[in-house]
């Protein structure tokens, strides 16, 4: 069975980083597009960003491009989420996702993961 369980979340002031990780387990995690969305109070799950399971190929929201960097390390079955430059506006809990199959490729639909994390809070002050 599938789990992915994620952690770094936390307070901190705008302008200030964080790394959130999500370790995962279940299956041969290479071989599956891997991604990170957020949540906020009263809003619909959005896109973060998405890598490969080679990490070629990565993908970030508009409202991060530059801010946050996605990796992996897949001998450690562990994606990251480098996150710089935090603004209030990013306050949301964090979760990572495992692609549906290995045909699928990095993606910003939540319709393309089949399984989650049960997620990690952000919150950034102003």
């Known amino acids: 069975q599938v789990q992915l369980v994620e952690s770094g979340g936390g307070l901190v002031q705008a302008g200030g980083s964080l790394r959130l990780s999500c370790l995962a387990s279940?299956?041969?995690?290479?071989?599956?597009?891997m991604g990170w969305f957020r949540q906020a109070p009263g809003k619909e799950r959005e896109f973060v960003a998405t890598i490969s399971g080679s990490a070629i190929v990565t993908y970030y929201a508009d409202s991060v491009k530059g801010r946050f960097t996605i990796s992996r390390d897949n001998a450690k079955n562990t994606v990251y989420l480098q996150m710089n430059s935090l603004k209030p506006e990013d306050t949301a809990v964090y979760y990572c996702?495992?692609?549906?199959?290995?045909?699928?490729?990095?993606?910003?639909?939540?319709?393309?993961?089949?399984?989650w994390g049960q997620g990690t809070q952000v919150t950034v002050s102003s």
């Open positions: 996702a495992v692609g549906q199959s290995r045909t699928v490729p990095p993606a910003r639909d939540v319709s393309r993961y089949g399984y």
């Open positions: 279940g299956r041969t995690f290479s071989d599956y597009a």
